[in-house]
């Protein structure tokens, strides 16, 4: 069945943060995250939970170990949309469309917006600090894709 004109649903984005202006209409938060990933300064992001909206824009400064690819599990969100921001250095992807998924690992978590697939990724890439991912829940994702340590923010958006 085809979507009326107007009505597609968004399928990830991969950007530079100097064009983020050109998605801020996509949702009515997405400027507020926006406006905080331009004014954040890495050095001085303290790790942890920022809360900018209850229930609305959640903004999480990770500091994580990467993994393999064959350790990472793609993950999907309904309620949420994620934009990743890695800033000290690159970060690996790996992106299915989630209407193709068929190998859950788990059931739907309502308390953390999250479901885990045991898939294979139809696409690999990598993102590099200044650059940007948008997950909508139409998109099956897998990040921290590398070897070392990374500090990226992970921005969660209600979906409009």
Same mark, same amino acid.
């Given at each position: 069945?085809?979507?009326?004109?107007?009505?597609?649903?968004?399928?990830?984005?991969?950007?530079?943060?100097?064009?983020? &202006?050109?998605?801020?209409?996509?949702? +009515?938060?997405? /400027?507020?995250?926006?406006?905080?990933?331009?004014?954040? =300064? $890495?050095?001085?992001?303290?790790?942890?939970?920022?809360?900018?909206?209850?229930?609305?824009?959640?903004?999480?400064?990770?500091e994580a170990?990467?993994?393999?690819?064959?350790?990472?599990?793609?993950?999907?969100?309904?309620?949420?949309?994620?934009?990743?921001?890695?800033?000290?250095?690159?970060?690996?992807?790996?992106?299915?469309?989630?209407? &193709?998924?068929?190998?859950?690992?788990? +059931?739907?978590? /309502?308390?953390?917006?999250?479901?885990?697939?045991?898939? =294979? $990724?139809?696409?690999?890439?990598?993102?590099?600090?200044?650059q940007f991912?948008?997950?909508?829940?139409?998109?099956?994702?897998?990040?921290?894709?590398?070897?070392?340590?990374?500090?990226?923010?992970?921005?969660?958006?209600?979906?409009?």
């Amino acid at each position: 069945m085809k979507s009326a004109p107007g009505t597609e649903p968004v399928i990830m984005i991969i950007a530079s943060l100097s064009d983020s &202006a050109r998605y801020e209409m996509l949702n +009515p938060l997405f /400027r507020r995250a926006f406006d905080f990933i331009r004014e954040a =300064a $890495p050095a001085a992001l303290e790790t942890g939970r920022h809360v900018l909206e209850e229930d609305a824009l959640t903004v999480m400064v990770n500091e994580a170990v990467m993994k393999k690819r064959e350790n990472a599990r793609m993950e999907v969100h309904d309620r949420f949309i994620d934009i990743h921001v890695p800033l000290s250095r690159e970060e690996g992807f790996m992106w299915k469309e989630r209407a &193709a998924l068929e190998k859950p690992s788990e +059931p739907f978590s /309502r308390e953390k917006d999250a479901q885990h697939y045991d898939d =294979a $990724p139809d696409t690999s890439f990598v993102v590099r600090p200044g650059q940007f991912a948008i997950f909508f829940p139409e998109d099956a994702h897998a990040g921290c894709i590398g070897e070392g340590k990374i500090l990226k923010l992970v921005i969660k958006v209600r979906t409009a």
